[in-house]
Structures are given as structure tokens and as C-alpha cells.
């Protein structure tokens, strides 16, 4: 029995910086709580295309890979992931980040956007091993990466600054099966 689908993903484009504006409005507090705080600027739909720009950009110089998460049906943006800090040569490794309207959380969205991620790091971009920090309080996201694969590999002592304290985050990764 095959599992249907609920969400995509692809990459930003500039015509999705109004829906990228509103989703992290919508959201600010929310992913605050678990990621870096912005700058006031960050807020705009300037710096939105801004950014979408760069990932394009970014993406050219296999740097990194960034995708809006869009449910199926109505093709609405819920989220944004991407691989970011790819390494070529010796590593051939990247930081998995992602984030979901707090509304959709919990209906198995997230896992499905990793996997279609962790599938194309894999499969196209040829990478070995894709790594993600959590902080440890973040159960969802613990078992959102579980879900798709990943293991624990440890804690890293106040990695992250986030809210202006420096944050451990529970470390996990997975290895390309084909390595």
C-alpha cells in the first residue's frame, strides 16, 4: 500500500515573497522561539525577493538548497526547507534547516519535505551525509528527523545563539545508504 502525498516542495521563486512575507509573519514568534531572531528589515517584502535572490544565487554555486514546502491541492506555501553549508571534496556533507506554518505541525508534513529533501541531497546533488541541530526541547522536530531517517549523534554544547542566549542542540544526522 502506497502512502499519498500532502506536500512538495520546490524552489523559491520571486513570486512567492508575498507568501514567504505572510508565512513568517504569521509564524515570527513561533519560529523565534526555536531559531535566530531577525532584524527588523527581515520583515519586508523587499527582503524577502532579497533573499529569495541570494538562495537562487547560492543554489548556482552549489552553496545551498533552498525549497518552499507547498501543500498539494492547493498549492498553498505552509513552510520552507533547504540544505545549507554544502560541502564538496572530502565531505560532501550539508545542514538540513526547515520550518512550518505552526497550523499545519503535527500531520506528518515536515517528515515528508525531509525526505523528499534528504532523497535529493542523495540521489542529484550526490552528497553522503546531511546533518540538523535541534535543541533538545524540540521533541517535534526530534521525531520529525527520526521519522525520516536521522540518528542521534550527540549534544553540542551552546551552539546556537538564539534570543540571545546560546543554546545546546541535540545533534543528528544520516549517511547516504549508498556510501
Known amino acids: ?16 515573497a508575498v507568501e514567504l512575507l505572510s508565512l513568517e509573519k504569521r509564524n515570527r514568534a513561533f519560529f523565534e522561539s526555536y531559531s535566530i531572531a531577525h532584524p527588523e528589515n527581515y520583515w519586508t517584502l523587499e527582503t524577502q525577493k532579497e533573499l529569495i535572490e541570494k538562495w537562487e ?27 545549507f553549508q554544502v560541502f564538496r ?15 499545519h505541525n503535527g500531520k506528518g508534513y515536515t517528515t515528508e519535505a525531509t525526505k523528499l529533501v534528504v532523497d535529493y541531497a542523495f540521489e542529484i546533488l550526490k552528497l553522503h551525509r546531511i546533518e540538523a541541530g535541534v535543541m533538545p526541547n524540540n521533541i517535534g522536530s526530534i521525531r ?32 547516504n545508504p549508498k556510501d
Open 1 to 16: 500500500m502506497s502512502k499519498i502525498a500532502n506536500v512538495f516542495i520546490r524552489p523559491l521563486i520571486l513570486s512567492d
Open 57 to 83: 544565487q547560492n543554489t548556482k554555486k552549489e552553496l545551498e538548497y533552498r525549497f518552499g514546502i507547498f501543500k498539494i491541492g492547493e498549492e498553498t506555501l505552509i513552510g520552507t526547507i533547504g540544505l
Open 89 to 103: 571534496g572530502p565531505r560532501e556533507s550539508a545542514l538540513l534547516g526547515y520550518s512550518l506554518d505552526q497550523e
Open 144 to 175: 520529525v528527523l527520526e521519522k525520516a531517517g536521522f540518528h542521534k549523534e550527540g549534544i553540542a554544547l551552546k551552539n546556537v545563539k538564539i534570543n540571545g542566549s546560546w543554546e545546546d542542540h541535540q545533534m543528528l544526522a544520516i549517511i
